[in-house]
């Protein structure tokens, strides 16, 4: 049986030391290869079937997160789906979100003018659901800072009061373990800490499919969906996929890959690997005289006042982000100790 340590040193050889998976997840050799043999099958002119990658990758990502296939849409982009969330709110509606949450997640409900969007303090925001809420949705770990949101304070009072709940796992899922059933709409995107290609993303919505409107169903939305191509829709799907947008195929064609390593490996053994990573961090800014944002347990760790330094620190071949002036760092399953000393000694420069 391979080891944690087998796998990842056979799928990842980066060049620098990589400590951005917050923004992008490094790809796994294995996912590369299967996307450079999916585009050569298009350019030889006998495409594979890539619409079963697309099925591999709803059930993979069902599994990790715990609820049955027919509950995920496949799809693109956060954004597409608080949209599609947005749509169906009533006109008045109140919605509760967590202050600086990330923008995919938020603004469209912003835009829709007759909706009330409210914005308090994250550590408040269980405790600010009101009678009149009808949505909260919070990212599950805060891209700016990696500050975990209380998921079970958060779901307990939108119960209470009769709310649903939309919750963003894009920082979380690949080495927090969830449970998605716990919430009505769950949404994420694979580039970051599952190691997808650009291009893919999930939406988990109840049984009763949430009373969303498929707005932007297309043919790939058809429960026959090769019937569906000419005219309306005659039967969307009975699932979750009458949410998909058309799918982003190679990308399909590699994330199956990338999901399947995710699985091999295990949430228990990611989320322990991570953490020690950024706790090792933390120790060591510690003895460099720097705070970071509080955030206990979370893979990623934000330094307030060095965001300057990402610019210095990408020259010394260290590659971490500036966001909202923190720096940020964030440990995944290609990291080891030695790239977290090594972030610590071009600190102390």
């Not at 400590?19 to 790809?27: F, V």
């Not at 620190?313 to 971490?320: D, I, K, N, P, T």
Request: net charge negative; aromatic share 6%; charged share 20%.
């Amino acid at each position: 049986m391979e080891t944690f340590e087998s796998l990842v040193r056979a799928e990842f050889a980066p060049k620098n030391t990589y400590l951005n998976t917050a923004s992008t997840g490094l790809l796994p050799s294995r996912t590369v290869a299967a996307m450079h043999t999916a585009a050569q099958s298009l350019a030889d002119g006998a495409p594979q079937d890539m619409f079963a990658d697309v099925e591999a990758c709803r059930a993979a990502f069902a599994r990790i997160v715990g609820v049955p296939a027919g509950r995920v849409a496949a799809g693109a982009s956060v954004a597409v789906y608080s949209g599609l969330i947005a749509s169906a709110l009533p006109e008045g509606a109140e919605v509760l979100t967590a202050e600086a949450d990330f923008s995919s997640l938020v603004n469209p409900f912003h835009v829709r003018r007759d909706l009330k969007v409210r914005s308090v303090p994250l550590e408040r925001l269980a405790e600010s659901v009101r009678p009149d809420t009808a949505l909260v949705a919070v990212s599950a770990v805060q891209s700016a800072d990696g500050r975990i949101a209380d998921l079970t304070a958060v779901r307990e009072a939108a119960r209470a009061q009769g709310a649903r709940t939309c919750i963003d796992v894009s920082q979380a899922v690949g080495w927090l373990p969830l449970a998605a059933d716990d919430f009505d709409y769950v949404s994420c995107v694979a580039y970051k800490w599952v190691v997808c290609p650009r291009g893919v993303a999930f939406l988990v919505v109840p049984e009763d499919l949430g009373g969303l409107t498929p707005v932007f169903a297309g043919w790939a939305a058809g429960e026959h969906p090769w019937d569906s191509c000419y005219g309306p829709v005659r039967e969307l799907a009975r699932s979750a996929r009458r949410f998909d947008e058309s799918p982003a195929l190679l990308s399909y064609a590699g994330a199956v890959r990338s999901l399947a390593l995710i699985e091999e490996i295990g949430p228990a053994a990611l989320h322990a690997h991570d953490v020690s990573l950024a706790d090792r961090f933390r120790a060591g800014l510690a003895t460099l005289g720097h705070e970071p944002v509080a955030a206990p347990g979370s893979a990623i760790v934000a330094v307030p006042g060095l965001g300057h330094r990402r610019d210095d620190l990408a020259r010394a071949g260290v590659e971490v982000s500036d966001r909202a002036g923190n720096l940020r760092a964030a440990f995944h399953l290609y990291n080891t100790p030695a790239d977290v000393d090594r972030l610590l000694d071009v600190l102390s420069d």
